[in-house]
C-alpha cells in the first residue's frame, strides 16, 4: 500500500465516522433484529441519515446505496464484553494501560468512586479496529480493581467504536467482592461488606468528610450518593453463590440496580437473580474450579440462568480488550450448552444495552435506533463464519485493521533479491 | 545437596534400597535406562466398529458413509462395509464424524493444576535460568479436574511442559488423557522426552533483577553456555574407559546432553520471528534439531523458512497483543504456516480451557484463512490437532492418524467438528471408551471433584 493510503486508512481509523452518516438499504437478509420482532427471513432493512428507518420486506431503496444480502444473516452491531479496549495497548507494558486507578500512596483501603476510565480512552487505539473486524461495534470500559486499589474500581461506561472520544450514556460503577480481591480489604471478604458499609456511611453524611476514618473524598461521597440512590447501575464482579446471595440482600436493602459480572455459581442462586430482576454476564467458557469461590462452575450456567428467567450476557475470563472478539465464542458455547440461540444472540446485543442505559441507541434493529449494523458469512454465533460488513450510523466501516495489514504483506510471496525485489518493507509494485 | 542426619536404621534402609538401582547403572553405558518408567496399561475392551460415519484420518484424507475398526487397542481397518467381530459393539456414526483422538503438544494441566492455589504452582523452577534437570512429570498432579474437561473435548494425548520463566525450564512429559492415581500410570509408554526452553521477555523479565539474563542477548549467552557444558559433559562420558573415570552424574548436563545426541525433543517458546532465527543458528551450532517452536506468533513471517527446516509450530488461533512480543499477532497465522510445502502446524492450548476445544480453536483459523483467500478442508486442518502435533511429539508412528496398527484413540463426534456446536459424543484411548456424553458412567470426576461440585 503506498504512503498516500497509509494516511488516508489512519485518518479513517482516527476520526469520528459518524460524520456524514450513510442511506443505505440492506435487502433480503435473515434479519436477526435481537427485538420483539425477533429473526426475519428475506427482509430489508432501510437506513435514513444513519438511523435504522424501516425493517420489512420489498422497502423501497429511494436514492440509498443498496447492499444485497443474498440471505446471509444481519444482526446488530455486538457488545464487545467488559473490556479495556482503548484502555491499554499491550497488557504487559504499563506506561500503555489505564484501565486501573491503583493509588499506592493513598492510605489502605482507599477508595476513588470519582475514578471515571472513560477519561482514558484513546477511540485511535490499534484495538478499536481489530474489534470492529469482527463485528463489534460497543463495548462497556470497566474500571478493574488491581493490587493496590479498591474493591471498588470507580466508574467506566459504554463507548461505540466509531471514533468518538466520549462515552455514550450514563456511567456504570464497578465494584469487585470475592476472594479475588480479599487482599483489598484486609484479606477478608467480610472485610468488604465492612467497607461498603462504610462508604455508604460516609455518602450518607453520617461520617464527617474530615473524620480521621474516612475513605472518600467529598467527590467520591458525591459520586456513590448517586449510584446508592439508585441512580446508576453498580456491576459487581463476584462468583461464589454465598456471595451471589449477600449481594442480593445488599441491593434489596438499597433499592440498588446490580448487575453482575462473572457469576461462575450464579446458577445456583437463579430463581432470586430472577426475581431480583437482575442481568448476569458469564463466563460462558467456565467449568473448571480455578479458585473455591468458583467450585460450581459449569458450562451448563447460561442455560440455567436464562431457564429461571435470569437476563444473561457475556464476560471474558481474561484478555478482554485483545481478545474481545472471542465474545461470540462465549455465546456459540452457551448455545452448544442449552441456551436458546436467541439468547444468545441478545446477551450480545439488547441485554448489555439496556443493562447499561444505551438501549435507546443500540442493542437491536429496530426503527429508530442507530445503524449499527453486522452482515455474516454465516451464523453469527458460529466461529466457522466471520463477519462481513459492520455499519455504524449506516456508515460502512472498512474492515481494515493493523491485523489485517500485516495478513496481507505476508500473504505476498517472499522477495527475491536476486530478482531485484525489494524487501516486504517497501509498498509493493503495482 | 546436603543430607539430614538420620537414625541408624533408616539410614541401613536407604543404602539397601538404592543398592539395586546402582547395579542395574553398573550394567550401562549411560544412567539408568527407564527412571519413572510408565505404568500405563490400556483398559481391556472388545472390539469396537463405528460404521458410517465422515472419517477425517488425520493425514489429509477423508472417507465418507466410512468404517473404523477398533481391537485389542488397536485400529484395525478403516475402509468401506467393514465387518464387527464376534463379541464386538456396533456404534452407529452415521450423519456423524470420527477423528484421531486429538493432541495437545503444550499444557500445563497438572503442573498448574485447578484449583489454582499457591500450593498448585509447580510449572516453573524459578530459581535459576537453567533448570534442565527438573522433570514436569514430577510436579503433575493426576487429580487436576482439567484432564477430564480435556477429555470431554476429545484429547486422548498430551504434553505437559514446564513453563516459560527459564531459558531451559526442564523435561516435558507426554500423557494418555487416562483417570490415574500416578503420573506413572498416564505416562506414554516409549514416547520420546522433550525438553522446554523459552526465547524473549519471560526469562529476562524474571531474571533481570536477580542477577541475569536481563536482556535478550543475556537469554542467548545462556543457552550457548549451558550447551557448551552439556557437550563437554558428554564428551567425558562418552571417553570414560569404566564407571569410575566417569563425572559425577548431573541431571542438568545429562538432560542438555540427550537433546544433544538426538534423543530428547526440543521445544521453544518462541513468539518472535528474529528470535527464532536466533534459536535455529543455535540448534545450527551445537548440531541439535528443533521438534517445535511454540506459540510462533510471528510464525506466518518465516513460515518458508520453518517447513524448509523442518520445524513444526505449535501456535494459537489468534492470542495476541499481551506482550510486545505478541503485538504481531494475526489470525491468519495458522493458515500462512500451514499453506508452506512440507510444513508442520499444530494449534495448541497452553489454557486449561482452551485445551477443551481445540477444534474451536482450528475453526477459527479455517474461517481466517477462508476470508484471507486461503482454502483449508477439514480433512487438512484435522492434522494440526492429531498428526502433525504426533510428528512434534516424536509419536507419529503409534498414534495420531487412524491407521491399521496404530493405537485406537479415537473421536466420534457430533457432526463436523469444526464448528462452535460440535460435541464430541465418545472417546476411545487404545480402543477402550474413557468418554461418553450421553453416559454418566462414562464421565471421569477426578478426586477434587467428590464433594466440592454444586451439580450432578
Redesign the interface.
Known amino acids: 500500500m503506498n504512503r498516500v493510503s497509509t494516511l488516508a486508512l489512519a485518518a479513517l481509523l482516527a476520526l469520528p465516522l459518524g460524520a456524514g452518516a450513510q442511506d443505505v438499504l440492506i435487502r433480503n437478509a435473515t434479519v436477526h433484529t435481537a427485538g420483539a420482532r425477533g429473526t426475519l427471513a428475506g427482509a430489508d432493512v432501510l437506513v435514513r441519515k444513519g438511523r435504522i428507518a424501516a425493517v420489512g420486506e420489498h422497502l423501497d431503496a429511494g436514492g440509498a446505496t443498496v447492499v444485497e444480502a443474498a440471505g446471509r444473516p444481519l444482526t446488530p452491531a455486538l457488545f464487545g464484553g467488559i473490556s479495556e479496549i482503548g484502555l491499554e495497548e499491550v497488557s504487559a507494558e504499563e506506561s500503555t494501560v489505564d484501565a486501573a486507578l491503583t493509588p499506592g500512596a493513598e492510605p489502605a483501603m482507599a477508595a476513588r468512586p470519582e475514578f471515571d476510565v472513560t477519561l482514558a480512552y484513546n477511540p485511535a487505539s490499534i484495538l478499536v479496529p481489530v474489534a470492529r473486524v469482527e463485528g463489534i461495534g460497543f463495548t462497556l470500559l470497566g474500571a478493574a480493581s488491581h493490587g493496590g486499589g479498591s474493591i471498588l474500581g470507580g466508574q467506566g461506561g459504554i463507548v461505540r467504536l466509531d471514533g468518538s472520544l466520549d462515552a455514550l450514556g450514563p456511567r456504570t460503577l464497578f465494584v469487585s467482592l470475592g476472594s479475588a480481591t480479599a487482599p483489598l480489604s484486609g484479606s477478608s471478604r467480610a472485610g468488604q461488606w465492612l467497607l461498603l458499609d462504610q462508604f455508604a456511611e460516609e455518602a450518607a453524611g453520617r461520617i464527617g468528610a474530615d473524620s480521621p476514618q474516612a475513605l472518600l473524598t467529598p467527590a467520591g461521597r458525591r459520586v456513590l450518593k448517586g449510584y446508592l440512590d439508585g441512580g446508576g447501575r453498580i456491576l459487581v464482579r463476584v462468583e461464589r453463590a454465598a456471595d451471589i446471595r449477600r449481594v442480593l440482600r445488599w441491593a434489596a436493602r438499597g433499592k440498588l440496580r446490580i448487575a453482575i459480572a462473572g457469576g461462575a455459581e450464579a446458577w445456583q442462586v437463579a430463581p432470586e437473580l430472577a426475581a431480583a430482576g437482575v442481568p448476569v454476564f458469564v463466563d460462558a467458557l467456565a467449568n473448571l474450579p480455578a479458585d473455591f469461590d468458583r467450585l460450581g462452575a459449569t458450562l451448563a450456567n447460561a442455560a440455567r440462568l436464562h431457564a429461571a428467567g435470569v437476563a444473561v450476557s457475556f464476560n471474558l475470563g481474561g484478555d478482554e480488550s485483545h481478545s474481545a472478539r472471542k465474545i461470540r465464542q462465549l455465546a456459540g458455547n452457551a448455545v452448544a450448552n442449552g441456551l436458546p440461540w436467541e439468547a444468545g444472540l441478545a446477551g450480545l446485543t439488547r441485554i448489555p444495552a439496556e443493562t447499561f442505559g444505551v438501549a435507546g441507541e443500540l442493542g437491536t434493529i429496530e426503527v429508530g435506533k442507530r445503524a449499527d449494523l453486522v452482515l455474516w458469512e454465516g451464523d453469527p454465533l458460529d466461529v466457522a463464519y466471520t463477519a462481513t460488513q459492520l455499519w455504524l450510523d449506516g456508515r460502512a466501516i472498512p474492515m481494515r485493521s493493523r491485523q489485517t495489514e500485516l495478513r496481507d504483506r505476508y500473504l505476498r510471496a517472499t522477495p527475491r533479491p536476486e530478482a531485484g525485489e525489494l524487501p516486504r518493507a517497501y509498498p509493493p509494485r503495482r | 545437596m546436603r543430607f539430614p542426619i538420620l537414625p541408624l536404621a533408616l539410614v541401613a534402609l536407604l543404602l539397601t534400597a538404592c543398592a539395586a538401582p546402582q547395579k542395574r547403572q553398573e550394567a550401562q553405558a549411560s544412567p539408568a535406562a527407564e527412571p519413572f518408567a510408565s505404568t500405563y496399561q490400556r483398559i481391556a475392551a472388545a472390539p469396537v466398529l463405528l460404521a458410517g460415519a465422515t472419517i477425517l484420518v488425520g493425514n489429509g484424507e477423508r472417507l465418507e458413509d466410512a468404517d473404523v475398526l477398533l481391537v485389542d487397542g488397536k485400529v484395525a481397518a478403516v475402509g468401506h462395509g467393514l465387518a464387527l467381530p464376534e463379541g464386538g459393539q456396533r456404534v452407529d456414526a452415521r450423519g456423524k464424524w470420527v477423528t484421531p483422538g486429538l493432541i495437545d503438544v503444550h499444557s500445563h494441566l497438572g503442573v498448574y493444576a485447578?484449583?489454582?492455589?499457591r500450593a498448585h504452582s509447580d510449572g516453573n523452577e524459578m530459581v535459576d535460568p537453567v533448570t534442565a534437570g527438573v522433570w514436569a512429570e514430577h510436579g503433575v498432579w493426576p487429580q487436576d479436574?482439567?484432564f477430564a474437561?480435556a477429555l470431554a473435548g476429545g484429547i486422548t494425548t498430551l504434553q505437559i511442559l514446564p513453563g516459560s520463566a527459564n531459558l531451559i525450564g526442564g523435561r516435558g512429559v507426554t500423557l494418555r488423557n487416562v483417570p490415574a492415581t500416578t503420573t506413572q500410570a498416564m505416562k506414554f509408554p516409549g514416547a520420546p522426552y522433550g525438553l522446554k526452553m523459552a526465547c524473549g521477555?519471560n526469562p529476562k523479565r524474571v531474571y533481570g533483577e536477580k542477577g541475569g539474563p536481563s536482556t535478550r542477548m543475556g537469554n542467548v549467552a545462556g543457552y550457548r553456555k549451558a550447551f557448551i557444558a552439556a557437550a563437554e559433559y558428554a564428551r567425558k562420558m562418552a571417553e570414560a574407559k569404566d564407571e569410575k573415570d566417569r563425572p559425577q552424574r548431573d541431571l542438568t548436563l545429562e538432560t542438555l546432553a540427550g537433546v544433544l545426541a538426538g534423543d530428547i525433543r526440543v521445544h521453544i517458546h518462541c513468539y518472535r520471528a528474529d528470535e527464532m532465527a536466533n534459536m535455529l543458528d543455535l540448534a545450527r551450532e551445537f548440531e541439535f534439531r528443533i521438534a517445535a517452536f511454540h506459540h510462533g506468533v510471528e510464525a506466518?513471517?518465516i513460515?518458508?523458512k520453518l517447513a524448509g527446516d523442518g520445524v513444526c509450530a505449535a501456535l494459537w488461533a489468534?492470542?495476541?497483543?499481551?506482550?510486545?512480543e505478541a503485538?504481531?499477532?494475526?489470525?491468519?497465522n495458522l493458515a500462512?504456516v500451514d499453506r508452506a510445502p512440507g510444513s508442520c502446524a499444530i494449534v495448541h492450548s497452553d489454557s486449561?480451557?482452551g485445551i477443551?476445544?481445540l477444534n474451536?480453536e482450528a475453526?477459527?483459523a479455517?474461517?481466517?484463512g477462508?476470508?484471507?483467500?486461503i482454502a483449508i478442508p477439514p480433512e487438512r486442518a484435522i492434522r494440526w490437532l492429531t498428526g502433525n502435533a504426533a510428528k512434534a511429539l516424536g509419536v507419529e508412528d503409534r498414534t495420531g492418524t487412524l491407521e491399521a496398527g496404530k493405537m485406537a484413540d479415537v473421536v466420534l463426534w457430533s457432526g463436523n467438528p469444526?464448528?462452535?456446536?460440535?460435541?464430541a459424543e465418545q472417546v476411545w484411548i487404545d480402543g477402550a471408551l474413557l468418554y461418553d456424553r450421553n453416559d454418566a458412567a462414562r464421565q471421569p470426576a477426578s478426586d477434587?471433584?467428590l464433594g466440592?461440585?454444586?451439580?450432578p
Open positions: 485447578s484449583p489454582g492455589m479436574p482439567g474437561a521477555e506466518y513471517k513460515a518458508d489468534d492470542w495476541w497483543g499481551f506482550k510486545m503485538f504481531d499477532g494475526i489470525q491468519e500462512i486449561e480451557e477443551q476445544r474451536q475453526a477459527k479455517i474461517a481466517a477462508r476470508r484471507a483467500g469444526f464448528s462452535v456446536y460440535a460435541h477434587f471433584r466440592t461440585e454444586g451439580q
